[in-house]
């Protein structure tokens, strides 16, 4: 009986498929990184937003301060942490109680953009809080400025820790970028004090080099 030879793949072939496969993964991943850091800066954005207005409404319906504070001592860079104020004993404020904390992706930052054309300027910042140097900006107004947090009453208002309202701005982007990619991946949050209104923002390009804050 006449043996049958089974042919399998030679060296060169196996390399060649590699070859071409590896390459078409590659010319997919440069294809989908702007995709990849347009999800993580809008996680980041969302994730913020989601904290100021749960936490706004946490306040409102307990009947009680809570605080928001970016960045808290202690924490990685990109920390949320919720406190709880507990009422008043005998005059006397008890320490806060920590309720949750949050992150957002690790490479999206609370920082101002590097590349050229990010607005600057109160004329031109998202509801004219701040200058746009400062990437957490809130106590607008109060000698104590800026504060790195913010405090939701009962009313819903957001005041300091004097009872002064608390108005601000955050900003979040991707400082993994290059400093030119950097502004269309650059989101703000504003606390207008005296309501508690959050608002969320995100930068048009209009020219070469000009870019201004759109309302989302």
Not at 144 to 165: A, I, K, W
Not at 172 to 195: S, Y
Request: charged residues 10%; aromatic residues 10%.
């Amino acid at each position: 009986m006449a043996s049958t030879k089974h042919r399998g793949f030679s060296l060169l072939e196996l390399m060649i498929v590699i070859s071409i496969s590896l390459i078409l993964a590659g010319v997919t991943y440069i294809g989908m990184r702007p995709m990849l850091f347009q999800s993580h800066v809008n996680q980041g954005y969302d994730t913020t937003l989601m904290v100021l207005r749960n936490t706004r409404n946490l306040a409102i319906t307990q009947s009680h301060e809570y605080y928001v504070n970016f960045n808290p001592t202690g924490f990685a860079a990109g920390t949320l942490q919720v406190e709880y104020q507990p009422p008043a004993v005998s005059g006397v404020l008890p320490p806060l109680e920590q309720v949750l904390t949050y992150s957002i992706p690790t490479d999206i930052s609370f920082a101002i953009p590097t590349g050229t054309g990010f607005p600057t300027g109160s004329a031109n910042t998202p509801d004219g809080f701040g200058t746009g140097v400062t990437a957490i900006d809130f106590g607008q107004a109060l000698a104590t400025e800026p504060l790195n947090f913010v405090v939701f009453m009962p009313d819903g208002s957001s005041q300091d820790n004097l009872g002064n309202f608390n108005s601000g701005i955050v900003y979040l982007t991707d400082t993994v970028l290059p400093a030119n990619q950097q502004l269309g991946m650059t989101r703000a949050i504003t606390v207008w004090g005296a309501t508690g209104r959050i608002r969320g923002w995100a930068l048009d390009q209009t020219g070469a080099t000009t870019w201004v804050w759109e309302q989302q």
